[in-house]
Nanobody, 117 residues
Framework: QVQLVESGGGLVQPGGSLRLSCAASGTSGSSFRFYDMGWYRQAPGKQREWVATINSRGNTNYHDSVKGRFTISRGDAQSTVYLQMNTLKFEDTGTYYC????????WGQGTQVSVSS
């Protein structure tokens, strides 16, 4: 069974940067490379929302609120997807998750991002 483990979150000031990682265990890189993967986030008291997608060919797509600030990438040999977050804003605060698209796997525990001065 494939498990997703997110990491890299933390407390950062507005304008700062973080790099999140999501490692998929229970699958090989030869399978992972066929997955389209996405990052999602859930702010306190709100529903989980989609943030970014990277498909198996490396094509990316972003929510309008993060375009130009966030970059999604992947390392198929490590079965890992990344989210580089720059110029962070207060509204980026939340728990960040990754998952496969469209056939979602079991959600991981997420990684907490807090943007605060």
């Amino acid at each position: 069974q494939v498990q997703l483990v997110e990491s890299g979150g933390g407390l950062v000031q507005p304008g700062g940067s973080l790099r999140l990682s999501c490692a998929a265990s229970g699958t090989s890189g030869s399978s992972f490379r066929f997955y389209d993967m996405g990052w999602y986030r859930q702010a306190p008291g709100k529903q989980r929302e989609w943030v970014a997608t990277i498909n198996s060919r490396g094509n990316t797509n972003y929510h309008d609120s993060v375009k130009g600030r966030f970059t999604i990438s992947r390392g198929d040999a490590q079965s890992t997807v990344y989210l580089q977050m720059n110029t962070l804003k207060f509204e980026d605060t939340g728990t960040y998750y990754c998952n496969r698209i469209p056939f979602a796997l079991a959600w991981g525990q997420g990684t907490q991002v807090s943007v605060s001065s």
